[in-house]
């Protein structure tokens, strides 16, 4: 077993082997331009994209000519949401979403309502970290043009009902977007079934190269357009201008081949790891709290809260291992994860908790070390913890006046 | 972001973790954050003749909140009352190199002195009314 150990597989993923050895004649023999159209070395690159192109469309069940490339699933998130909310202004302005969505999403919808573009409705979630699909149908207004629900939450790994607000959306006339960056390749996803319009993922997560990304765009019923945000060549039916860049494509498409072929193998040994690593935890140590949905949540996803230690020391006593926290300490801003705080999480818990994401390339021993370092860590910082000192001599520290600063 | 060594080894290494009894005599505890803040410290001094003779912290938190208060109970042992009033933050971010963002644990810590040495003097000037 080699250290450090990565169990960061929702921040990004290693390149499967196998993709990286079809990217490399892309580099220096096949270097063409895609856009060339009348060469060898053009035509070349253009094969090869529409060639990633079908594997990429394979595994979301949707049509070659539906996926647009971009440069990640943030830039497909903002091409989805402004294209939409420009081409469609005259219909209305509205957007629904929710408040547990990538930043990508958030952001973006927060930008277009600062400048006056849009109006916003931003849906809780239940304890669980699901939309309730009624929620969505009751905030419809007759101003609604967008939902956007993504489909797998980053740090819970909690699974939407995507296919319900796809049907709801449909009745309605709405478009449905989808943010599937954490999704797609891990678990099935059918753009017909679930009634997506528009569905953004990337290459990263899915053990391909960082770079490159995809939006799906809905062709018909109902042909779905948007306004480009970038202008230039016109490439990508128009809505993204930019020379495409083949290695990464070609990569991507291989990436959506590999996990379509082994998704029900990895998923099967995902879980199991997965398991093994969540009850061997809790077995071990008390008054640790799952956050995000028991069953119905992502195979390689575990959010574990341990009460009365402060996750940035955790990740700093785990140096060797690879994880992320949702407390305050990690991030840019003095407040733990806006995800666990929808759930109701309360602030000292969110502050307490770390994301496990388990990948491909991840072993058993890589399993068994965790187990043990975790214990370890977390029992010797419970001894250095004030809080749980109190709560051992059976102090209430909810009911402790705290100097707050 | 990446610790200094200092850090790094008062984290691996905490010096003076540990509680004494809150009523000793001669104990001043000090108990200063919020669980909801992400940082909570104690920290205890234990005082003869007008000197601390030893010191001792419990802390949730990062670990530059954590090194803080292990630094702040080494250099606290030895010192006399009003030596140990002068401790600053900023000596604190010195020693351990802290980045701005973690300016707050220093903070924290000469809170933390603060209050353990106005929980002593309290006592023992309660202490002193029951003498009379």
Redesign the interface.
Same mark, same amino acid.
């Given at each position: 077993m080699k250290l450090p150990i990565f169990l960061d597989n929702h921040s990004t993923t290693p390149m499967d082997p196998r993709v990286l050895e079809t990217m490399l004649p892309y580099f220096v023999e096949k270097f063409g331009n895609a856009a060339s159209r009348n060469h060898a070395f053009g035509w070349a690159a253009e094969e090869a994209v529409e060639n990633a192109r079908k594997q990429i469309a394979k595994l979301i069940k949707a049509d070659p000519k539906e996926i647009v490339f971009t440069s990640g699933a943030t830039e497909s998130d903002n091409l989805a949401i402004k294209g939409v909310v420009e081409m469609y202004k005259e219909k209305g302005d509205h957007i629904i979403t929710s408040s547990t969505e990538h930043r990508a999403v958030l952001d973006t919808v927060k930008v277009l309502e600062g400048k006056g573009k849009a109006t916003a409705t931003y849906l809780p979630v239940d304890k669980f970290g699901m939309v309730s699909p009624e929620d969505v149908r009751k905030a419809i207004t007759e101003k609604t043009i967008l939902i956007s629900v993504m489909l797998a939450n980053n740090e819970i790994g909690t699974i939407n009902p995507v296919k319900e607000i796809g049907k709801i959306a449909k009745g309605k006339g709405i478009l449905f977007h989808c943010d599937a960056t954490q999704g797609v390749g891990k678990i099935p996803v059918d753009v017909q079934d679930m009634g997506i319009d528009l569905m953004s993922f990337s290459a990263h997560k899915i053990y391909g190269p960082k770079g490159v990304g995809a939006l799906y765009v809905r062709k018909k019923n109902p042909r779905v357009r948007i306004t480009a945000q970038m202008d230039g060549g016109g490439h990508e039916r128009g809505m993204r201008s930019g020379t495409l860049p083949v290695p990464l494509i070609v990569g991507f498409g291989k990436a959506c081949e590999v996990c379509e072929q082994e998704m029900v193998k990895d998923t099967a040994r995902l879980i199991a790891m997965r398991d093994r690593l969540e009850a061997s935890i809790m077995k071990a140590l008390e008054e640790s709290y799952l956050n995000g949905h028991p069953t119905n949540r992502l195979p390689g996803n575990l959010n574990i809260s341990f009460a009365?230690?402060?996750g =940035? @020391?955790l990740l700093? !006593?785990m140096k060797d291992i690879a994880l992320s926290s949702g407390?305050?300490?990690t991030s840019a801003t003095l407040e733990?994860s806006y995800v666990l705080r929808a759930l109701g999480v !309360?602030?000292?818990l969110a502050?307490s908790s770390i994301r496990f994401g388990l990948g491909r390339f991840n072993t058993d021993d890589e399993i068994d070390y965790t187990v043990e370092k975790v214990v370890e860590v977390v029992t010797r910082l419970r =001894?250095? @913890?004030? &809080?749980?000192?109190m709560a051992k001599e059976g102090v209430d &520290?909810k009911s402790v006046q705290?100097? @707050?600063? | 972001m990446a610790y200094s060594d200092k850090v790094v080894d008062h984290f691996n290494n905490p010096r003076n973790m540990g509680s004494f009894k809150k009523d000793e005599e001669g104990v001043g505890t000090g108990m200063v954050g919020a669980p909801e803040c992400g940082d909570v410290m104690k920290l205890q001094i234990k005082v003869q003749n007008d000197t601390i003779v030893d010191a001792k912290f419990k802390t949730f938190g990062c670990g530059s909140a954590i090194a803080s208060s292990s630094l702040a109970t080494e250099w606290l042992k030895g010192r006399t009352i009003e030596e140990a009033q002068k401790i600053k933050n900023t000596d604190i971010v010195q020693e351990l190199n802290l980045p701005p963002v973690k300016i707050h644990c220093s903070v924290l810590a000469e809170d933390a002195i603060k209050a353990a040495l106005a929980d002593y003097q309290k006592k023992s000037d309660g202490a002193l009314t029951d003498a009379k």
């Open positions: 009365y230690v402060e =940035e @020391s700093m !006593g407390s305050a300490c733990p !309360g602030t000292d502050h =001894e250095m @913890s004030p &809080l749980y000192e &520290l705290w100097a @707050s600063h | -």
